[in-house]
């Protein structure tokens, strides 16, 4: 493969978020969205480029350098919640800033680009619960607890305003305090599914309230795991180590569990025929 071609797909990762970079720059007039967003761009293209060379952790990697950014610059240092009930807090004040842009990009507009990537690349939580033993999940889909995440998102919303109408003091410190003890509860909630389901992405199908954003757009994403049909040997391997139970083997959108892939890329690494890719 000519360097060209494995520079294409990073590159040009790279430079959409150099251009989200840029523009909240220009748009904003603060430098902090243009070192934000190249920072985590840069992550990202290099991470993949990392993947491409066969680096066996070059996922975890990205992880790590954008989730801890996320987590404890963004997040404990600079006090910004940074999960759902931060993006309801700035949006009921009518600021679009912090977590508005965050989720407005990661996971509202961005997933129509690279669908549930945001949860495969840059999760804080995600981060965490991927070093448990339990990579290939243990069996099928619980479809009858998904409605858990709803729950869960519309808690998000109710809390944040009733702390509006309530006309909580110190609505601040309010939602620092909720990003500590939300990403305790997270972190606590995602480690016993995964023993409870031997299944490290538990949390993820069943509990994380983004991905109520993030599906509807994922099912239009451009950058998808594609099969060919004609040279598939369908052994199913890529629907059993898939940590999200997606069946790759099937190129519609309405494929099973389509809208939850998170380009980890484990079915294009485990395919003995080498007939999966983006």
Not at 6 to 22: C, N
Not at 79 to 103: C, D, K, P, S
Not at 108 to 113: A, D, E, R, V, Y
Not at 188 to 200: E, Q, R, T
Request: hydrophobic share 50%.
């Amino acid at each position: 493969m000519s360097f060209l071609k494995r520079i294409k797909g990073p590159l040009t990762l790279w430079l959409i978020f150099e251009t989200i970079a840029v523009s909240l720059w220009l748009s904003l007039d603060n430098v902090f969205y243009l070192l934000n967003f190249s920072y985590i761009g840069t992550c990202l293209a290099v991470g993949i480029g990392l993947f491409d060379a066969h680096c066996k952790y070059a996922r975890h990697a990205v992880q790590l350098a954008v989730g801890l950014y996320i987590l404890v610059y963004l997040g404990v240092i600079c006090r910004e919640n940074m999960q759902i009930e931060g993006f309801w807090y700035y949006l009921f004040l009518g600021v679009f800033e912090a977590a508005t842009i965050h989720y407005a990009v990661a996971k509202i507009f961005g997933p129509f680009i690279f669908g549930r990537g945001w949860c495969g690349y840059a999760c804080w939580t995600a981060m965490v619960l991927d070093f448990l033993p339990f990579k290939t999940p243990a069996g099928p889909r619980k479809k009858s607890i998904e409605w858990i995440r709803y729950v869960v998102f519309a808690f998000s919303l109710i809390y944040v305003g009733a702390l509006f109408l309530l006309r909580a003091a110190d609505l601040e410190r309010i939602m620092f305090l909720s990003f500590l003890v939300g990403n305790a509860l997270y972190y606590a909630a995602g480690i016993a599914l995964a023993y409870v389901f031997k299944d490290n992405r538990a949390f993820c199908k069943y509990v994380c309230p983004i991905t109520v954003f993030m599906k509807p757009a994922s099912y239009y994403s451009l950058i998808r795991v594609k099969n060919d049909p004609d040279k598939c040997i369908s052994c199913g391997k890529c629907v059993r180590v898939c940590p999200m139970n997606v069946d790759v083997r099937n190129n519609a959108r309405s494929r099973e569990n389509g809208t939850d892939c998170i380009l980890c890329m484990r079915c294009i690494e485990e395919c003995p025929a080498k007939v999966l890719k983006i």
